[in-house]
């Protein structure tokens, strides 16, 4: 029996009724697809890189309070410097992570901080004089910025290699002929040793590198071999990173302990 309150529909309507609705359908979702490529094609585009740490602000009263120090995180940009034997990730990472942590540890000691960079970036200008290789004008303007800053002290953070993968131990480098250099070299070396138990301890030695030219105690700071599996793992780690940043402030808060010795 019909229902006489359903109206009736002839076979050959309802099946008009039918594609109308599917191609309803069918250009509402194109329309939403076209809206949803539109919104992707012109949002910006995403974060490559890390997002710039805030500037830090120096603890009130510290031991390390009115000292200006220049932490330079090696590398950058377009150069990645040495690569991790086994995952392959770039020196200029690991730099500043290890950098950004021997930051916080310096500004928690009341010191006052210049970061060469808190991004994955080198130091070059699009208008480079022709004669300046890429290389040469990052070195000289991460030296400029701690003239400018006129920092105290400047500490260079880098990682080591070697073809051999059984070398490994932080080591500390200084310019020959600076004693204070020399001394700050030595104190954040025994303070490396004491706070990360390497297995093997090296010693600080006299090296030419461009960033140790500075009249300020400066120093370059190997913190591992990337080359050594064990030590890639570490290097690679939050916490060792922390450790590191702390051992090496923990040299710098030792060395001004001692030349103030040394100055009475
Ligand atoms: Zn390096």
Redesign the pocket.
């Known amino acids: 029996m019909a229902d006489k309150h359903r109206p009736i529909v002839p076979p050959h309507k309802a099946e008009r009724y039918l594609t109308l609705a599917v191609g309803l359908l069918v250009l509402i979702g194109g329309l939403l697809a076209v809206a949803a490529w539109r919104k992707e094609a012109t949002s910006p585009a995403p974060h490559t890189h890390e997002t710039p740490a805030p500037t830090l602000t120096p603890a009130p009263i510290g031991p390390l309070s009115g000292l200006t120090i220049l932490v330079d995180p ?2 950058g940009g377009y150069d990645g ?2 690569r991790c034997r086994d995952s392959g990730i770039w ?2 990472h690991l ?1 500043l992570a290890v950098a950004l942590e021997v930051e916080k540890s310096l500004v928690q000691r009341g010191a006052s901080v210049i970061m060469t960079r808190r991004t994955d970036e080198d130091l070059c200008e699009e208008d480079r004089p022709a004669a300046l290789t890429k290389k040469r004008q990052d070195m000289q303007n991460r030296v400029a910025m701690a003239v400018d800053g006129n920092a105290h002290m400047v500490l260079s953070i ?3 290699e070697y073809r051999s993968r059984a070398e490994s131990g932080p080591q500390v480098f200084y310019r020959e002929g600076s004693s204070a250099s020399r001394l700050l070299a030595g104190c954040i070396q025994s303070s490396l040793i004491s706070g990360l138990s390497p297995r093997k301890e090296r010693v600080a030695m006299a090296g030419d590198y461009f960033i140790l030219q500075l009249e300020v105690p400066s120093v370059l700071i ?1 913190c591992g071999f990337i080359s050594n599996a064990a030590e890639e793992k570490l290097l690679l780690s939050h916490d060792y990173q922390a450790r590191l940043g702390e051992a090496i402030a923990g040299g710098v808060e030792e060395y001004l302990r001692l030349d103030a010795i040394g100055a009475q």
């Open positions: 090696g590398h410097g040495a020196e200029k730099n880098h990682m080591n190997e």
